[in-house]
């Protein structure tokens, strides 16, 4: 079973360098979230896109962009990364925008460390 | 703002005893509450959800409870088993959107 799939597990990169971080979903969910994982923090939301040809932003989206152009793909990209980007990035959908049950499936995450 | 909170980053418990995961929120407005589990290395997987409508759900030896005067809610879980180690995450609905709270790690210890 797919469900999400996210590339690369894990990645090191250097401070200014650029990065896309891949999301693929085979479900045929309308909507797409990605989200970092910081110790103490929680799941917080970069950017989100509720269907296909639509973005927008969530709490903490500077230094990040995304794309829809299908239903199935949701590439992150980092133009410039910087140190406080290092986290762990998931990748999630849903049937439906922000499910009224809230239920998300996400992917296994790429670990991110920018030095 | 931290809108979710769950204000015990850890919690051993012995197996075969009940396990009880506190979260509080701030927004009234919120729809839905859910909790997520977590094993290292993969995402998180939702557990359950409770409308704010109810007070309580039960799934197996999993149920939550909500209360709204309180802006609380818990998730007991009974008996805990080893496999139940996990970080357990507390998710609220509204706004069109879900946010999560700060994790709280769950060890079970045999």
């Known amino acids: 079973t797919a469900g999400i799939t996210q590339a690369p597990t894990s990645q090191i990169l250097a401070a200014g360098r650029s990065m896309t971080l891949r999301c693929t979903q085979d479900m045929r969910h309308n909507a797409m979230y990605w989200y970092r994982q910081d110790l103490g923090l929680g799941l917080r939301l970069i950017h989100y896109?509720?269907?296909?040809?639509?973005?927008g932003k969530g709490e903490v989206p500077d230094g990040y962009s995304v794309s829809r152009a299908n239903t199935d793909d949701f590439p992150l990209t980092l133009a410039s990364a910087v140190p406080s980007q290092t986290s762990v990035y998931f990748c999630?959908?849903?049937?439906?925008?922000?499910?009224?049950?809230?239920?998300?499936?996400f992917g296994e995450g790429s670990r991110l460390t920018v030095l | 703002d931290q809108q979710v909170k769950q204000n015990s980053p850890s919690l051993s418990v012995q197996e075969g005893r009940i396990s009880i995961l506190n979260c509080d929120y701030t927004?009234?407005?919120?729809?839905?509450f859910l909790w997520y589990k977590k094993y290292p290395a993969e995402g998180p997987t939702f557990l359950i959800s409770?409308?704010?409508?109810?007070d309580k759900n039960e799934d197996g030896r999993f149920t939550v409870f909500l209360n709204k005067s309180a802006k609380h809610l818990s998730l007991h879980i009974v008996p805990s088993q080893p496999g139940d180690s996990a970080v357990y995450f507390c998710a609220a609905t509204g706004y069109q959107k879900v946010t999560f709270g700060t994790g709280t790690k769950l060890q079970v210890i045999p």
């Open positions: 927004n009234s407005m919120f729809d839905y």
């Open positions: 409770i409308s704010s409508i109810k």
């Open positions: 896109s509720n269907t296909a040809g639509t973005t």
């Open positions: 999630a959908s849903s049937e439906v925008p922000a499910p009224n049950t809230g239920e998300l499936f």
